[in-house]
């Protein structure tokens, strides 16, 4: 296993994350505990000591059986993370009665590292605002030993990084982001990973493998990476990727089968990070991926002048890409709901004239109506 120093201690670089553990006949709320503990069995065994899980990962259970699975191991053999849920803005107004309850869940009197959970465009008004008091609370507990390192993860874009930053970065250790070759420039990844490094907040990385969509990939890309390397799975190429970034300290993967977590161990086995040759061909490869299904908007902004309802076009068209190549997902609704109505997509009244001054020929009033249709489903 692949250990990576942090402020004196020692972690293990692939991390397991409790959000997809295996479950009985499909169903995500029905954890199956017997293989989710056999399954950190191995993983301890085999040299992980990182354990990531949140207040909402299978309905609520993941704490429960990961608690359960590592009360079985010295409290000292393992760093466990838990996350206040702010994608809930219910939420808000209960981050003590929340943190008591995670504690009690995980079987824990404390945590090794905890998180605000998922900061975005949705949340980061209700984050930075001092009357939840979340910041404050969660920096007592800190200096009360009951959160060893205080850090945040983001699915936000660039500027609502920032704002999180400007307001609490002195006092956050870490950030988890989401980050992988396809989004390296799909996502803003490279930028986001450049400003962290900017504040030297190390990275810890989230979707790795896109949710699956890099553990398999066509007859043509797939051949082409085989390649530059006959002997690397092709899941393997989206760590390699990784371990080839300085900035990365720790990768959590959510592993629903034994195979999967052999494989990832494996892999973690040794570091072999891409050289210039590969990490081109991999990222020429990720920019066609996109180019398949997303719109070319180059964000030029000349449509935004044109239109009668002052859509920001640009971004919902960014938004629209993200949506159809990850087919749904939570990402577009999730942005789209800080939104006000006369600014989401269903807003736009089809009058083309958008599209008479757009450089790339966008046919932007269809990709309204088709992003409104698929929002709705």
Known sequence: MIYKDYQGITLSALGMGAMRLPVLDGDDSRIDEDMAFQMVDCAMEQGVNYYDTAWGYHAGHSELVLGK???????????LADKFPGYDLDNMDKVEEIFEEQ??????????????????????????????GIFQYLMKQKENGRIRHLGFSAHGNLDVMKRFLEAYGKSMEFCQIQLNYLDWEFQDAKEK???????????????????????????????????????EKIPAWAFRFLQSLPSVTVVLSGMSSMEQLKDNIHTFGEEKPLNEKEMDALLRMASEMVKKIALPCTACHYCVSHCPQELDIPALLALYNEHCFTKGGFIAPMVLSSMPEEKRPGACIGCRSCEAVCPQQIHVSEAMADFAEKLKG
């Open 103 to 132: 504690l009690k869940k995980c079987g824990v009197s404390y945590f090794d590292f905890y998180l605000f959970h998922n900061v975005c465009e949705m949340n980061i008004d209700a984050y930075l605002d001092p009357k939840y």
């Open 69 to 79: 699975a590592l009360a079985r191991y010295p409290r000292e053999s393992f760093y």
């Open 193 to 231: 990973v450049a400003l962290l490094d900017s504040w030297n907040i190390p990275v810890w990385v989230m979707e790795p493998l896109r949710g699956g969509r890099l553990a398999s990939l066509d007859g043509e890309n797939e051949a082409a990476l085989k390649a530059l390397r006959p002997e």
